[in-house]
């Protein structure tokens, strides 16, 4: 495809896009899609997290995996940055920390799509004794 | 952060956290008078002055998830490194106001780096957020603004993988043709 230079491009290439479109775009389910929240405040971004969910958008689209990916703030997992915040549909979320390309790499494969669960996860205390 | 395009990642989430709609990004680069300008304003809930006055503090931070805020004065750190100024105002209720001024010949002063992907992500995880980037440099002006995106894509998200690669590629393209700084 040749490269988009204004919106008179954007446009082409939308219509273009539309007959290929999936049905996420067109029905924004979300919630049957995987999601992925990367930590993108100071702390994560001076550990790279840019790198990061510019890896998880390619390499999910690449693999052919429906995801979400999106910016979020500071977790309060500082010292583990980049950190990573991964719900797959129907279960809850899950936080990594250390997330560098390699370990980005191994969620896709083993977590994303095996559900195989892989070193460095944050656990969370999401639940009390009055939730449960 | 290695250059600053990470910087302005970190500012623009301070405005998303501030409830802004409109987000403006102005990169000027003045080789005459030899400075070269970030600014960042928006519209968001803005601070008291008793905040601002603490906000170029790095033990100082609105979080409630860690005690330190170094977003910025990192930035302002980067800027008088080079000899050059920072400047931040704010007024409750209207926004913020930002601005890094470097010198431009400064061994110090940061490389852009990747300001396309910065925008693209950003814009795509805050769809509900108009975000005008406009950057000048003696050879002319190119402004990136969602609103046109959104209208050409009339209805397609923007958060997606094929869409984001497009976009960047536009915005560093147009920026080519301004001959911008890297």
Redo the contacts between chains.
């Keep these: 495809m040749t490269k988009v230079k204004s919106l008179a491009d954007l446009k082409l290439m939308r219509a273009e896009m539309e007959a290929k479109l999936s049905l996420r775009e067109k029905s924004n389910n979300s919630e049957k899609m995987v999601q992925i929240k990367v930590a993108m405040a100071t702390c994560g971004i001076a550990s790279g997290a840019k790198d990061v969910m510019d890896f998880l958008i390619d390499e999910l689209d690449k693999r052919n995996i429906e995801a979400v990916v999106s910016q979020t703030g500071c977790m309060g997992y500082c010292y583990a940055e980049p950190t990573i915040e991964v719900t797959l549909p129907n279960q809850d979320p899950v936080v990594f920390g250390y997330v560098n390309l390699k370990k980005a790499d191994e969620i896709i494969e083993k977590y994303i799509k095996n559900n195989e669960l892989v070193d460095g996860v944050i656990p969370m205390n999401y639940e009390t004794i009055e939730k449960k | 952060?290695k250059d600053l395009s990470?910087h302005i990642?970190?500012i623009l989430?301070n405005s998303i956290?501030a409830k802004a709609t409109l987000l403006k990004i102005n990169i000027e680069e003045n080789t005459k008078d030899n400075v070269y300008t970030l600014t960042i304003e928006d519209n968001g809930k803005g601070m008291s002055k008793e905040m601002l006055n603490k906000v170029i503090d790095p033990f100082f931070t609105s979080?409630t998830?860690?005690k330190v805020?170094?977003?910025i004065p990192?930035l302002k750190q980067k800027a008088e490194l080079t000899g050059g100024s920072f400047y931040i105002d704010s007024e409750e209720g209207k926004g913020t106001i930002l601005k890094a001024s470097f010198i431009f010949n400064n061994i110090d002063r940061p490389a852009l780096g990747?300001i396309a992907?910065?925008l693209v992500?950003?814009a795509?995880?805050?769809e509900n957020i108009r975000f005008v980037y406009q950057h000048n440099t003696k050879e002319g002006e190119y402004i990136f603004d969602t609103d046109?995106?959104k209208?050409?894509?009339?209805g397609?998200?923007l958060?997606?993988?094929?869409?984001?690669h497009?976009?960047k590629?536009?915005i560093i393209?147009?920026l080519i043709d301004i001959q911008y700084t890297k």
């Design positions: 952060m990470l990642l970190d989430q956290e979080r998830t860690r805020g170094l977003g990192l990747d992907g910065v992500l950003t795509a995880s805050n046109e995106i209208e050409a894509l009339d397609m998200s958060n997606n993988a094929k869409v984001i497009y976009l590629d536009m393209e147009n």
